[in-house]
């Protein structure tokens, strides 16, 4: 840091007609590369920023191969380590989780119109896969909500689960299957950025309006109405619901009215002391229990309230032979497969980020896209259903103090258990209470503070988010979602087709150039129209960069005629035009041109390399890039050329 | 510019560690705006780029009515000033391109497997509708070889041209309608920024893949084969052609072999010699009328030359009792409309705007649309397909002289006059003339020069090219279009989730920061880590821009090791990032956290008044921007974090 600035400030101040001598600094190009060794960087920069395999480097073959083997299964990383203490931790959290997992379960596999015991046996398996595989160290893993209704909506289109439940349950294990083979291959081919296109604004207008949908959908439970409508929107279910008022159960509308707010209340103390987690953890096991000793001391279920019934027991059964890759549905069943595993992938991801956020270690996105696909596809084969790490009960294990994935298995082993022994005694469980457990669950998912932020920040987010939660509850779950995603991308790219160009101005008193716009005391350098492009310039802006630019010499020329001064140089400021292509090399071309035909000369400033590259193996004679057209700064392009004009206008 | 570098290279060339003392400029925030009128500036860079309302401003009422009518009809513009040296210009060129587009108009009808009549009354409405409405002189209006190839290969999907004559029409006219429609709207809604995303290499793959295919389906009346198949790939073209050998007819395969080589002749004297453009421009018709009397004369249609056969004669019937805008074919129409109607106008409008630039004039596109549109919809009311401004017709209209738009008006006379009287001139025309003109019309279509141009300067354009050009040949038209249109969006979106984060480094004897791999001489500052990032931040590269600057502190954190000295600050360059959104505020929000755990500050350069709002909208405490942590340069944020280092480390 050699250079300084000697201040002259004052005199000159309003009379910019002054010589400026200083050193010009040479645009250099970047050192040349082969096309196929920027194919390879580019590859690179694209599919593995994060660079995953730093650690091998410089290691000898062994150390590769133990190395290779802890990076696929992270549980030989942590398991040698494993001791006692950690161990006592991660029982107490598991036994907790399980018995927020065990009523959850059974709720959310009805919420997909599943047999509630396939709520359990997928408490059961992909836990401990995920434990094998997984690096967050407390992800819970398991069926959650969205998911589950996404799954339950999809399929009712073409399968009845209570006219048909042999082919429904195909459909849903066969979508499951997909839903984790494409989620490992996502992981595999690297494309895991493709779960950054839902935007928070999507995902919190698309949670909340999911939110809604479910809680609808309990109606059915709570009010203890028979006849229930089989669609999902606001207005379906709500003209289900007064059409049906008949149906309504006093009994059981004041029982689950009861248990609603008792779980409302242990979740907002829990929210509000995170120490008493296990008052929100513990309450929907003690509810199921409460709840159905209720039902079996006063045989309530004679008194028009419905029970969940006679359950099978016993552990997962092998479902491959359930699984259907060919007929007539195997198009709603990929769909299934991607939506809901794009789904679960960004609820599992963005958990385990930020729980390894907050207690400062990495996870590898694409390597939990491998471990959360493989439990699915794994899943599918043992008569489970869709499954990824859940936010509430991440948080729960958290609280917990959970740990590593131990807590996972201690869950397991108590599902385990429950599935062997404890099955009848869920026969006399009261679906009301299940409707409960579920609205209590997804209560937690509208984050209204979170929508206000959104509409402080960026009222086009908003839009997307409203645009996602509107069309979650009038239109359908995944159409909503869809609508959202073509929102922000279409905003992505306007933003590329519209980029920004700023006129810029002398700061007084030193050679920086800024925005006229933002910094108002900048002044205008009379002769001269500096510019500054804000994006690539490629097929979809050259035209429209063009046109802007004659517009900014016209409302130039305006003020000129005014101050008696002609326009002799546009400066374009290219820093910020990260890359061109082969429009964008003839914009230049025309831009030139035209403004020859003006008598006026085009100075490029601080184009990048690959702009400079371009640009030189297009123009044969570099008539672009002659040194007196081309300068590192805006302040040594001025300089240079305002001292070479004969004629000053003052 | 009162600022002024006082050079000092050399003593401390290789020394960085020394003391900076420099003037700190204040990073503003741009005047408040409400949203409303942010939102009015958005819409009004978006749709209003090129301000067309300009020259109303300050207008008297009835000069405002005056310029309106002659916003809408151009005629008005030029009408008042037209004389007769004008005149004459116009005749000569417009009887010029009516003996091209006679014979054209016939061949390309039977393109699109429509009566060769059609190609006539599409020569005649349109270019006087154009006249009236149309802002460029040089455009000369009619059927053109790939809108014809398209609906004509569309079209068959859903009805034979051989079978049902009726339905066919019906279904081309009804498409006609739509194009035009759309066309039309797309100019009214000023989204013609649409036609941008067919970029250069798309275009020119697509055009020369559409040649081939068009070329290819002219061997049926070059070769005489009478069994001809009805797809369009060159795979069963090629395979027809060499199942039919013997269908071959050496009669015309001698006389087509003939007017080829002299149409290619004549093409290449005009290429070579543009005064000449006459002997191409006269060339087609000549050969009409040679080839018609040599079938005349020895009646060589009894020798397997085959013949157009009798034709109607008389002025465009009207057609509107033929459109259909319901049944099962509303579809295919739709589609059709579209893809013709934004091929077609890419044409007209490329070939305005390259005729506007020649000549120094303006050609305004989305008036341009609206009068290519409201053409189509009125022709197609009249027995017109769709039509538009033809490159080669266009080009040898300009070469002949053409002043205004009176030279289509003159044209369309002529073809009147042809359809009138001159109609059963043709019966005895054989169809290998009309094959051997589309053939030297089309060959003008291959543009190996640009191919190559494109081949040096973007690797990726030359791929988007090939992926159009094969996909047309092998695939389908519209689907090697929509293939290249796909491929180009995914490389802007990929883009965009992959912004580029460069290293600055000093330039020594200056404050100027640049690229490090770019400028070799560029030096570190021990202690901080400078990078640019290029690129609005938003939701889509949020994640990647976190896991991307955490693999640079990292690597730096390598090379420190060696050199002893820590990573004190990390100074982001905004400068290039020209919008964020709410994901890009947490963005910062998260890596400020990240950071500060590892004991870096996070320094902040010259954000633009986008960011800075936005920032300070979320962050309630304003600890992002903070004073010493927000400066206009980097050249500043340096010499004023390094003379607060307490220790430094040299």
Chains 1, 2 share one sequence.
Not at 65 to 75: K, M, N, R, S, V
Not at 488 to 514: A, C, E, H, Y
Request: charge should be positive.
């Amino acid at each position: 840091m050699e250079g300084k600035f000697e201040e002259d400030i004052g005199s000159h101040h309003h009379d910019p007609c002054v010589e400026i001598a200083m050193e010009i600094h040479k645009v250099e190009t970047p050192p040349k590369r082969s096309s196929l060794q920027k194919l390879k960087n580019r590859l690179k920069e694209t599919f593995f920023p994060d660079d995953p395999l730093r650690q091998f480097k410089g290691q000898s073959t062994k150390q590769k191969w133990l190395l290779g083997f802890q990076y696929i299964f992270p549980i030989l990383q942590w398991g040698p380590h494993y001791n006692l203490n950690l161990f006592k931790s991660d029982v107490v959290s598991g036994l907790t989780i399980a018995s927020l997992a065990i009523p959850q379960g059974i709720s959310y596999a009805k919420l997909a119109n599943l047999p509630p015991i396939l709520g359990l046996y997928s408490s059961f398996v992909p836990p401990l896969v995920y434990a094998v595989l997984g690096s967050s160290r407390d992800l819970a893993v398991g069926p959650v909500s969205i998911a589950s209704l996404l799954m339950g909506s999809m399929l009712r289109q073409e399968a009845s689960p209570n006219l048909d439940p042999i082919l429904y349950l195909q459909l849903a294990f066969t979508s499951t299957f997909f839903a984790g083979l494409f989620q490992a291959s996502l992981g595999f081919l690297r494309l895991g950025f493709i779960i950054d296109f839902l935007s928070k604004a999507t995902l919190i207008g698309f949670m909340a309006g999911a939110a809604i949908i479910v809680s609808l959908q309990q109606l059915k439970a709570l009010l203890g109405i028979t006849h229930f409508t089989k669609e999902m929107g606001l207005v379906p279910v709500m003209s289900s619901v007064f059409h049906n008022t008949k149906e309504w159960s006093w009994q059981t509308i004041l029982m689950g009215f009861f248990f609603l707010v008792f779980l409302l209340v242990t979740r907002h103390i829990s929210i509000k002391k995170p120490k008493l987690f296990w008052v929100s953890a513990g309450a929907p096991l003690l509810s199921v229990v409460v709840s159905t000793l209720f039902v079996f001391v006063f045989k309530a279920q004679r008194h028009g309230i419905s029970v969940i019934g006679k359950l099978d027991h016993g552990l997962n059964p092998p479902s491959w032979n359930m699984l259907h890759f060919h007929g007539s549905h195997i198009g709603l069943v990929l769909k299934t497969g991607l939506i809901t595993g794009i789904i679960s992938l960004t609820e599992g991801i963005a958990v385990g980020r930020t729980f390894a956020a907050l207690k400062n270690y990495q996870v590898d996105g694409n390597k939990e896209m491998i471990a959360i696909g493989v439990m699915n596809v794994v899943g599918s084969t043992t008569s489970c259903y869709i499954t990824t790490g859940a936010f509430s009960r991440s948080a729960v294990n958290h609280n917990a103090g959970a740990k590593t994935a131990v807590s996972n298995i201690i869950m397991a082993v108590t599902v385990m258990v429950t599935l062997l022994f404890l099955m009848p005694l869920f026969q006399y469980t009261p679906n009301l209470v299940l409707g409960a457990i579920i609205v209590t669950a997804v209560v937690g998912l509208i984050d209204l503070p979170a929508a206000y932020q959104i509409w402080k920040v960026d009222k086009f987010d908003f839009v997307v988010m409203l645009s996602a939660f509107f069309g979650v509850i009038f239109i359908s779950v995944e159409e909503g979602l869809a609508l959202a995603v073509g929102i922000s991308i279409f905003k992505m790219v306007l933003q590329m087709t519209r980029p920004k160009t700023v006129v810029l101005g002398n700061i007084p008193g030193t050679d920086i150039f800024r925005n006229k716009h933002q910094y108002k005391d900048a002044v205008t350098i009379p002769g001269f129209l500096i510019l500054s492009i804000q994006a690539p310039i490629s097929f979809a802006n050259s035209n429209y960069l063009n046109e802007r630019i004659l517009r900014w010499i016209l409302d130039y020329e305006e003020e000129e005629t005014k101050s008696h001064s002609d326009l002799r140089f546009v400066i374009l400021d290219l820093a910020a035009v990260s890359a061109i292509d082969a429009n964008g090399v003839m914009f230049f071309q025309e831009l030139r041109r035209v403004l020859e035909k003006k008598g006026v000369e085009l100075v490029l400033v601080n184009p990048v390399g690959e702009v400079m590259e371009k640009l030189q193996k297009a123009d044969g004679t570099h008539d672009l890039l002659q040194p007196s057209n081309l300068y590192l700064t805006v302040g040594e392009a001025v300089s240079s050329r305002f001292s070479s004009m004969k004629v000053v206008s003052c």
